[in-house]
């Protein structure tokens, strides 16, 4: 794919509620990270996949949260029982090395809001 | 702990001029990489430049470059020309490449404005 790409786009649920956000990463990245953006934290690391290793679980906020990564590729960020503090844009990267800081690719963001 | 500091909640630039963006980090590691990244209201974050710490020359992307002060542990990112297209939050952050994590570690942001 050209890049990145995240979905929903935007997502209203009601506070209890569980959700599932998807990310797509670019084609043939074996690196694929979770990050929270939200006014009062800033840029959060949430989780971190990486080829066949175990992920990197240390920035996800509590147990409602969890993620997966499918065949390497597609990501699923589940938030269960969602509350309030959860609205934040969710944003998915990528990036093609490790080790190198090459950088990685951002998508456009998933923006949950928590009513 | 890690931390990056961006000490300039928020800037402004008249086009065509040069503005400088500053940022500091707070790492005991040798080996890290760092990075600017642009975020437009379309909230994409776009990579704008990554310098290798090992690397004591600056790095350039046309219109955008840093300065890079390992011992001070500063990165500021000047932009040249500046046109309306760049207005956005400028995020400065870092990866320490060790262990199963490359997580980026972000500052808080500096939001520039282009002023026509």
């Known amino acids: 794919g050209a890049g990145v790409s995240q979905s929903p786009s935007n997502k209203v649920t009601e506070k209890g509620k569980d959700v599932e956000l998807r990310c797509d990463p670019i084609?043939?990245?074996?690196?694929l990270y979770w990050y929270r953006q939200s006014l009062g934290q800033g840029l959060e690391f949430l989780i971190y996949?990486?080829?066949?290793?175990?992920?990197?679980k240390s920035g996800l906020p509590s147990d409602r949260f969890s993620a997966e990564r499918t065949g390497g590729s597609v990501s699923t960020l589940t938030i269960q029982r969602t509350q309030q503090e959860d609205s934040a844009v969710y944003l998915c990267?990528?990036?093609?090395?490790?080790?190198?800081?090459?950088?990685?690719?951002f998508g456009p963001g998933t923006r949950l809001t928590v009513t | 702990a890690q931390t990056v500091t961006q000490s300039q909640p928020e800037m402004s630039v008249q086009e065509a001029e040069t503005v400088t963006l500053s940022c500091t980090y707070d790492?005991?590691?040798?080996?890290?990489?760092l990075f600017w990244y642009k975020q437009p209201p379309s909230r994409q974050m776009i990579l704008v430049i990554r310098?290798?710490?090992?690397?004591?020359q600056n790095a350039t992307e046309n219109r955008f470059s840093v300065n890079f002060q390992k011992a001070a542990k500063s990165f500021s990112l000047k932009i040249s020309d500046s046109q309306l297209g760049d207005a956005a939050m400028y995020f400065c952050?870092?990866?320490?490449?060790?262990?199963?994590?490359?997580?980026?570690?972000f500052g808080k942001g500096t939001k520039l404005t282009v002023n026509p």
């Open positions: 310098q290798e710490a090992y690397k004591q």
């Open positions: 996949f990486q080829g066949n290793s175990a992920p990197d």
């Open positions: 952050a870092y990866i320490i490449p060790q262990g199963g994590s490359e997580k980026l570690v």
């Open positions: 990267a990528s990036s093609s090395y490790r080790g190198t800081g090459i950088g990685q690719y």
């Open positions: 084609s043939g990245h074996t690196a």
């Open positions: 790492t005991s590691e040798s080996d890290y990489y």
